[in-house]
């Protein structure tokens, strides 16, 4: 199993510009996030999708869209990027909020750089 | 609300002695807390969690952490420091007074190994 797969690994864009980060889980979990990582704040919530078709805003969604395709895929997207939004961003998903386990599993990153 | 603070933002220990990471938590409802690890350039990888089972939870490589009500702590400990210990380690906390269950992150503890 890939678990959570991220793509792209490493973005340069230039201020202004919109990309899409996307994100796929082969564990048919239901719930699926985004982080974003900067130093020394740990990791803070963008956006999350408790279930296919639903989508809430997380600690820091604004300059951030998210698309909840199917159960697999959750994108990001930046449509007008900005040097502050120069992060690691991560992708999680776990298998339902109510579930006891609640251990998220995470992909290995995206590292976004906005000059 | 729910809230977690890593008391050290870097600790630097020498191989064979041990390891203590400190980390305070606040939660309004009994929480489920988590700690996590990150290699560079690496995703976050579970390391244990607490869930209102036994108050000492082991981990992997030789990690484990006790859940302290009364001081509302959750540290990490290990008694030997290897070099593959060198990471960013995570104290998360998670309760049922958000909507969406979601994770709050603490701000990370950077953890040096000397030889």
């Known amino acids: 199993n890939a678990g959570v797969t991220q793509t792209p690994k490493f973005q340069v864009l230039k201020t202004g510009q919109s990309m899409t980060l996307q994100c796929a889980q082969d564990?048919?979990?239901?719930?699926m996030y985004w982080y974003r990582q900067d130093p020394g704040m740990g990791l803070r919530l963008i956006y999350y999708s408790a279930s296919e078709g639903t989508t809430d805003k997380g600690e820091v969604p604004n300059g951030y869209n998210v698309s909840r395709l199917n159960k697999r895929e959750f994108s990001l997207r930046l449509e007008s990027a900005a040097p502050s939004q120069t992060s690691v961003y991560f992708c999680?998903?776990?298998?339902?909020?109510?579930?006891?386990?609640?251990?998220?599993?995470f992909g290995a990153g995206s590292r976004l750089t906005v000059l | 609300a729910q809230s977690v603070t890593q008391l050290d933002s870097h600790v630097s220990v020498s191989e064979g002695t041990p390891v203590l990471l400190r980390c305070n938590y606040s939660s309004s409802y009994s929480p489920s807390l988590f700690w996590y690890v990150q290699h560079p350039n690496k995703g976050l990888q579970l390391l244990l969690k607490?869930?209102?089972?036994?108050?000492l939870v082991k981990g992997i490589n030789g990690f484990e952490a006790e859940f302290k009500k009364s001081e509302t702590s959750f540290h990490l400990t290990k008694p030997s420091a290897h070099m593959s210990d060198a990471a960013e380690y995570f104290c998360?906390?998670?309760?049922?007074?958000?909507?969406?269950?979601?994770?709050?992150f603490g701000g990370g503890t950077r953890l040096m190994v000397k030889p």
């Open positions: 607490y869930t209102s089972a036994a108050t």
């Open positions: 999680a998903s776990r298998d339902r909020i109510s579930s006891g386990a609640n251990v998220l599993t």
């Open positions: 998360v906390v998670s309760d049922y007074s958000n909507a969406g269950n979601m994770l709050t």
């Open positions: 564990m048919n979990h239901n719930s």
